[in-house]
């Protein structure tokens, strides 16, 4: 296994250049302690790079070009911010409707709070749960219900 560990380096430039959601969550490990993410490769096109997160220890792994030759990479610096935003989604997905509003509306205050105190990065992070929250919202309030099928199709799939 050619993984590279997230060493105690500094932080790389490129994770200024970078956002936590350029990761997408791909699965857990069967025992639910390691996350695995996909990006998209900077180097190959075409490819992607792998990133894992174990859960417990936050250890990072990661395979891409860069940790291959041993530099900590953004993937590794944004992954823990990427299962956060990942169990965040699912956390909401696990509200009922009414629980998820009551959630909504109290995050679009915290995000109104925020800003009248002028406090920028609270603010952004309050609206980028808001945001998620609403789109889970919204994927719940615009699904359909496949309706009854009509008729019998056998007679028409045995012509
Ligand atoms: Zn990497």
Same mark, same amino acid.
């Given at each position: 296994?050619?993984?590279?560990?997230? #060493?105690?380096? =500094?932080?790389?430039?490129? *994770?200024? /250049?970078?956002?936590?959601?350029?990761?997408?969550?791909? &699965? !857990?490990? %069967?025992?639910?302690?390691?996350?695995?993410?996909?990006?998209?490769?900077?180097?190959?096109?075409?490819?992607?790079?792998?990133?894992?997160?174990?859960?417990?220890?936050?250890?990072?792994?990661?395979?891409?070009?860069?940790?291959?030759?041993?530099?900590?990479?953004?993937?590794?610096?944004? #992954?823990?911010? =990427?299962?956060?935003?990942? *169990?965040? /989604?699912?956390?909401?997905?696990?509200?009922?409707?009414? &629980? !998820?509003? %009551?959630?909504?509306?109290?995050?679009?205050?915290?995000?109104?709070?925020?800003?009248?105190?002028?406090?920028?990065?609270?603010?952004?992070?309050?609206?980028?749960?808001?945001?998620?929250?609403?789109?889970?919202?919204?994927?719940?309030?615009?699904?359909?219900?496949?309706?009854?099928?009509?008729?019998?199709? =056998?007679?028409?799939?045995? *012509?």
């Amino acid at each position: 296994m050619s993984a590279t560990t997230a #060493a105690t380096t =500094a932080m790389p430039q490129s *994770a200024l /250049r970078h956002t936590p959601d350029e990761l997408t969550f791909v &699965t !857990l490990d %069967a025992a639910g302690e390691i996350a695995y993410f996909r990006s998209v490769s900077q180097h190959k096109a075409g490819a992607h790079n792998v990133t894992a997160l174990d859960l417990d220890t936050q250890e990072t792994f990661c395979f891409c070009r860069g940790a291959e030759f041993g530099h900590t990479c953004w993937h590794q610096v944004h #992954a823990a911010a =990427a299962w956060r935003a990942v *169990a965040y /989604r699912v956390r909401c997905e696990r509200m009922d409707l009414a &629980t !998820l509003e %009551a959630h909504g509306h109290s995050l679009a205050k915290y995000v109104l709070d925020a800003e009248r105190a002028h406090q920028p990065y609270v603010a952004a992070q309050m609206r980028e749960r808001l945001d998620t929250a609403r789109q889970v919202w919204r994927e719940r309030v615009t699904r359909v219900t496949p309706l009854p099928f009509p008729f019998d199709s =056998a007679p028409l799939l045995a *012509a």
